[in-house]
């Protein structure tokens, strides 16, 4: 703790910014319990993709061995054009959202494939989704989360070390400014004392005189 000094000033600026931090700690606790809420909301909606992916997944396993068989189902018949996503903010935090994706299907042989084949791209594309959008939604949980330490940070500074030690500095300014309050007060009765005293002694020598 740096050394202050123990001034009428010091002691004003120490309360001014035990104001301040008493006025922001609410503000900063808000925001935490705000970006809480938050990174559970994506947690949940973590699971929900996560979940609905296994049901599709669930659905779908029959077909496993259907798509095994050579040449039918390729890398080369879907990919991803363009994944789109705009910005948010939470508290304060520019988040991705997702918004979409672009797929590109690339012609194929009608004759020579399976007809179960426009199903099996269909459902391929609603697990590529719900992919893609649980990856911007881990990056939402990934910088909420980083906000939230820097923030939590802040919280246990203001509560823990820069309240306690304004509060502390003010007594201990407090404390010197009315000893020495105390002390003139003190030393002023005394020196009045004194000159009450030399004042009786020197009217007393006068009186003697004119005896």
Do not use: C
């Amino acid at each position: 703790m740096a050394k202050i000094k123990l001034t009428k000033n010091e002691l004003k600026k120490q309360k001014d910014s035990l104001k301040m931090y008493q006025r922001y700690l609410p503000t900063l606790i808000l925001k935490k319990q705000q970006l809480q809420a938050e990174i559970r909301l994506t947690e949940i909606r973590l699971k929900e993709l996560m979940d609905e992916k296994a049901h599709i997944d669930q659905a779908f396993k029959s077909w496993i061995a259907v798509f095994g068989e050579v040449g039918v189902f390729t890398e080369d018949l879907l990919t991803i054009v363009r994944i789109e996503t705009s910005e948010g903010n939470i508290a304060g935090v520019a988040i991705p959202i997702f918004e979409g994706a672009t797929f590109k299907v690339y012609p194929y042989d009608l004759l020579h494939k399976p007809l179960w084949l426009d199903i099996a791209i269909e459902r391929l594309q609603q697990i590529l989704l719900l992919d893609l959008e649980a990856k911007v939604v881990e990056e939402q949980r990934k910088r909420l989360d980083h906000e939230l330490r820097i923030n939590t940070q802040r919280v246990n500074l203001f509560e823990k070390i820069k309240i306690p030690e304004a509060k502390g500095n003010i007594k201990k300014i407090q404390v010197y400014l009315g000893d020495q309050q105390t002390a003139s007060v003190v030393r002023g009765k005394i020196a009045k004392r004194g000159l009450a005293k030399a004042a009786a002694g020197g009217q007393a020598a006068g009186g003697g005189k004119a005896g």
